[in-house]
Structures are given as structure tokens and as C-alpha cells.
């Protein structure tokens, strides 16, 4: 990063929305917002790389800059900021702020919520179950699996004692969209809410 009165200032026209005499964003303002997706398909990725190797606190910087940064209110921004916010949540976690990545992964499924239903109806079973998207620039894909969020929501709760709501999560998850992980973390919170018989049942699932 250079340093002194040569630097050049941030250039603010892509997290200004530009509006026309119609109140709508002009194609200068969707332009400047869709000139950032690669930059930030980049910090991303570079997060993401972060989280695999355990760079907790590095990632939670990076992460810090992608939820923070503006950008033009479409499918793709909307999806990437809904991304950004699952990957600064696992940075959270992984430096056991429990409390701060519970609210990451909230507003990350709040934030799922405003994409367009026709951008996403089609896209669940695309979706790995990492629950990381290949690219928000495709208007077909989800910006992350809900239900792998909805478990480490049930995670951090689970972490902060709150079993009651961290049940009520996990049970919010389909049955039949439950893998081994998903199954275990069940059983457990059935086990300590003393529902001996529900917990049976998700440990055979878990041996099925």
C-alpha cells in the first residue's frame, strides 16, 4: 500500500447510487457496481483460502472489508454480501467470538431473503454441501446452502448454551436434507433436553 500524499483516494462512484430522473439507479451506477464484483470475487476467494488453512484472524479482517464494502443493489451484489457474511461468520467462529458469528450468520439468511425468488427457485440442488457458492455472478445460484447455515446457527447457540434455540434451528431443517454432521448435532441436543427416544432415532439415522 503506498504511503504519502500520492495516493490515490478511493474512487466512491461504485457505493454512490447514481439515480436518473426516473428514481432508478442509471447504467453508470450499475456499471460501477458490477466493476467491483471481480475485486471482490478476489478478497473472497483469498478469504475463503484463509479459512481452509485456519487463518482465523486474517480472515476476520478480510471479512470485516467484504461485509462493509457498498456496492449496485442487484442479484449479484446482494449475493455476494449474503456470501461474504457466511465466511466472516465461520472466521468468527473459528476464533470462538460465538455471539458475533451467530449475528453474521443471521444477517447473511436475512440478507438471502432479499434476493429475487426466480434467481433462486431453481438453484438449491446446485449447491454444494460445503455451503460456498462457485460464483454470485451466476443468477441461477444461491449465494450459500441455507440449511448448512441454519446448523452452524444451531452451533453457536449450542457454544453459548442456548439449547432450546439451537433445537428449534436444527429441527428447522428437512429431514431428508440432513447429512451425518447435521444428524449428530441433533441427537445431541435431543439427548441434553433428556428426548431420549428422538435421540435414539437421529443416532440410527447417523449409523443408516
Known amino acids: 500500500v503506498r504511503k504519502g ?16 430522473s426516473t428514481g432508478k439507479p442509471s447504467r ?3 456499471r460501477a457496481g458490477s466493476d467491483r464484483l471481480p475485486e471482490m470475487e478476489a478478497a473472497r476467494d483469498s478469504m475463503a483460502a484463509l479459512l481452509d488453512a485456519g487463518i482465523f484472524d486474517s480472515a476476520q479482517t478480510l471479512g470485516c472489508f467484504l461485509v462493509s464494502s457498498g456496492g449496485a ?5 446482494i449475493s455476494m454480501k449474503a456470501e461474504s457474511l457466511v465466511l466472516h461468520g465461520d472466521a468468527l467462529y473459528g476464533e470462538k467470538e460465538f455471539r458475533r458469528a451467530l449475528n453474521a450468520y443471521k ?10 425468488r426466480q434467481a433462486t427457485s431453481t438453484a438449491r440442488i446446485s449447491i454444494s454441501t460445503t455451503g460456498r457458492s462457485p460464483s454470485p455472478n451466476s443468477s441461477n445460484v444461491m449465494p450459500f ?8 446457527i444451531a452451533i453457536c447457540h449450542s457454544a453459548l448454551h442456548e439449547y432450546r434455540e439451537a433445537l428449534q434451528e436444527m429441527e428447522g431443517i428437512p429431514s431428508k436434507m440432513r447429512n ?21 432415532i437421529c443416532y440410527k439415522e447417523c449409523l443408516r
Open 73 to 77: 443493489n442487484n442479484e449479484a451484489s
Open 180 to 200: 451425518l454432521k447435521m444428524n449428530l448435532m441433533l441427537g445431541k441436543l435431543y439427548r441434553i433436553s433428556r428426548n431420549n427416544r428422538a435421540a435414539a
Open 145 to 152: 446452502n441455507e440449511n448448512e447455515v441454519k446448523s452452524k
Open 107 to 116: 444477517q447473511a439468511m436475512q440478507c438471502s431473503k432479499s434476493i429475487p
Open 5 to 20: 500524499s500520492d495516493a490515490s483516494p478511493i474512487e466512491p462512484s461504485s457505493e454512490i447510487p447514481i439515480q436518473n
Open 28 to 30: 453508470t451506477a450499475r
